[in-house]
Structure formats: C-alpha cells, structure tokens
C-alpha cells in the first residue's frame, strides 16, 4: 500500500502544556476525512512549538 502524506500548512506558537490535546482531540474528529495533525518542537527555540496539517 503506497500511502502519501502531504503538508498543507505549518505554523509556530508558543510552547504551551495542553497543546497536545487540542492536537489530540483533531486527529480523533477528523482521521476518517483524510486530516492528520501534528506538533513538534521547534528545532531551534525550545519555547516554540511547531503545528502541522497534513492530508493523508
């Protein structure tokens, strides 16, 4: 099965400790749309996080 997941958008907030679970709470509502979202930190500040759409 060849899958391709596809960024869509990407943006930086500030850290914040329940930022997972609005990240969380959007990949439950909307995996079966095709959406899947993700959150990192930023490689380059430990104060930011790094916010991912993706098509799948």
């Known amino acids: 099965m060849n ?3 596809v960024p869509l958008s990407t943006t930086k907030l500030k850290k914040a400790e329940d930022t997972y ?3 969380d709470a959007l990949n439950r509502t909307l995996k079966d749309e095709d959406f899947l ?4 930190l930023d490689k380059t500040d ?5 916010f991912t759409i993706y098509r799948t």
């Open 3 to 5: 899958q391709h997941i």
């Open 21 to 23: 679970k609005v990240v």
């Open 37 to 40: 979202f993700g959150l990192s």
């Open 46 to 50: 430990d104060t930011t996080m790094v």
